[in-house]
């Protein structure tokens, strides 16, 4: 079965500076690969998909994000943070022989002005 | 615009007694999922539904129903509502492998 790892259960940055958000998966096949953001009280939104091709993928807002095989990885990036970034950002898996996608724990991403 | 929308959106029940969490979608897609998210727990699987007439248990079934009458509608019930079913609850729709479209959530409370 497949799983996701996010080390980091809450990270905090300052305004304007860049930003990686951590997420290593477990999956022996192919992997389909999101991200996900939350705002407060607020359902989860699709930031970005990886299903093949360019292991870097664009997102909305500024984000990209890395596939990288030979580490299981997929971590979240971005150049320029701003306040309004703050949310919790879940990575999640899914594998093209099932219907579902399974989630990290999330990590809540803290903008300092 | 395709959507995700669960009702209520908040909801106060008394112990033992039952509740029936809605979801409609109008995204077309096959697949509808239930979730609940609580605390250090991240997102749970409840119960999933390939399409009308089918439901799956997920990873936390026991003590919720789950009901897919149509391909737009998708229910969570909770016969006899435990304190510890005080969560937010959140619906998806999806198509085979690919992204799922949340809704907006269910603040439901147990007292």
């Known amino acids: 079965a497949q799983s996701v790892t996010q080390p980091d259960a809450r990270v905090t940055v300052s305004e304007g500076a860049s930003l990686q958000l951590r997420c290593k998966y477990s999956y022996s096949g192919t992997p389909y690969l999101f991200w996900y953001v939350q705002y407060p009280r607020q359902g989860l939104q699709l930031l970005l998909k990886y299903y093949s091709g360019d292991p870097v993928v664009q997102g909305v807002n500024g984000f990209e994000a890395e596939f990288i095989k030979s580490n299981s990885s997929f971590h979240l990036r971005k150049a320029s943070v701003h306040w309004s970034d703050s949310a919790v950002y879940f990575c999640?898996?899914?594998?093209?022989?099932?219907?579902?996608?399974?989630f990290g724990d999330g990590t809540q991403l803290v903008v300092k002005p | 615009e395709a959507a995700v929308t669960q009702s209520p959106r908040n909801k106060v029940a008394v112990t033992g007694g039952k509740v029936t969490l809605s979801c409609n979608q109008t995204n077309n897609h096959n697949n509808m999922y239930w979730y609940r998210q609580d605390t250090g727990h991240g997102l749970r699987l409840i119960h999933y539904s390939y399409g009308a007439g089918s439901t799956e248990k997920g990873d936390i079934p026991d003590g919720y129903k789950a009901s897919r009458p149509s391909q737009e509608n998708f229910s969570l019930i909770l016969e006899l509502a435990t304190p510890s079913q005080t969560s937010v609850y959140f619906c998806?729709?999806?198509?085979?492998?690919?992204?799922?479209?949340f809704g907006p959530g269910t603040r439901l409370t147990v007292l």
């Open positions: 998806a729709s999806g198509r085979d492998s690919h992204e799922q479209y």
């Open positions: 999640a898996v899914s594998a093209n022989s099932n219907n579902r996608i399974f």
